[in-house]
Antibody, heavy 120, light 108 residues
Framework: QVQLQESGPGLVKSSETLSLTCTVS????????WNWLRQSPGKGLEWIAY???????NSNPSLKSRVTVSVDTSNSQFSLKLTSVTAADTAVYYC??????????????WGQGTLVTVSS | SYVLTQPPSVSVAPGQTARVPCDGN??????VHWYQQKPGQAPVLVVY???ARPSGIPARFSGANSGKSASLTISGVEAGDEADYYC???????????FGPGTKVTVL
């Protein structure tokens, strides 16, 4: 069973950049789509972006201008950067595995999530 | 952008059947996936591709998708099934992922 673990600062100042890393274990990162999602307190799930193991990416149109995702296959990690954060970016951030060689697939394994709070 | 609609809440007595609908334009041509999220926990995939169950998910969970609406059905509801349930599709041949707003299933 693949394991995913998010890591990064739990507190980010307004206007700065949020940076998170997801470490994948007990499975290969190659050949899969890897996703970032978030959930604001008391709200629903929001997809942020995906990255394929070859580095190709796509992101939510509402966040596209602020999102960068990258992958480090040698360390089985992928990362998220979200620039110019505001209080509205306060959320639990999740990483999740998508399809094998197929974009439009369910997210079958999720990390436990990490709370990121944006402070003024 | 593509919009999925779910009722905010569904209540059901133990042992009865809960049905959670998910509506969207031409949803019948989409592959719909369902996630269960309990408080303080990450979502768990319970149904994928409209009606398939991942390994380890009880047969009490089933899904359907036809025409204008998809649905998740929980048969013989147990107290442990109390959770938020989200439907999800990929819009535009994998262009981006869309979730429904979620339905809170309450076991009376």
């Amino acid at each position: 069973q693949v394991q995913l673990q998010e890591s990064g600062p739990g507190l980010v100042k307004s206007s700065e950049t949020l940076s998170l890393t997801c470490t994948v274990s007990d499975a290969s990162i190659s050949g899969y789509y890897w996703n970032w999602l978030r959930q604001s307190p008391g709200k629903g799930l929001e997809w942020i972006a995906y990255i394929f193991s070859d580095g190709s990416t796509n992101s939510n149109p509402s966040l596209k201008s602020r999102v960068t995702v990258s992958v480090d296959t040698s360390n089985s990690q992928f990362s998220l950067k979200l620039t110019s954060v505001t209080a509205a970016d306060t959320a639990v951030y999740y990483c999740a595995r998508g399809g094998r060689d197929v974009v439009a697939a369910p997210l079958d394994n999720w990390g436990q999530g990490t709370l990121v709070t944006v402070s003024s | 952008s593509y919009v999925l609609t779910q009722p905010p809440s569904v209540s059901v007595a133990p042992g009865q059947t809960a049905r959670v609908p998910c509506d969207g334009n031409s949803i019948g041509v989409q592959n719909v996936h369902w996630y269960q999220q309990k408080p303080g926990q990450a979502p768990v995939l319970v149904v994928y591709d409209d009606s398939a169950r991942p390994s380890g998910i009880p047969a009490r969970f089933s899904g359907a998708n036809s025409g204008k609406s998809a649905s998740l059905t929980i048969s013989g509801v147990e107290a442990g099934d109390e959770a938020d349930y989200y439907c999800q599709v990929w819009n535009g041949d994998g262009d981006h992922l869309v979730f429904g707003p979620g339905t809170k299933v309450t076991v009376l």
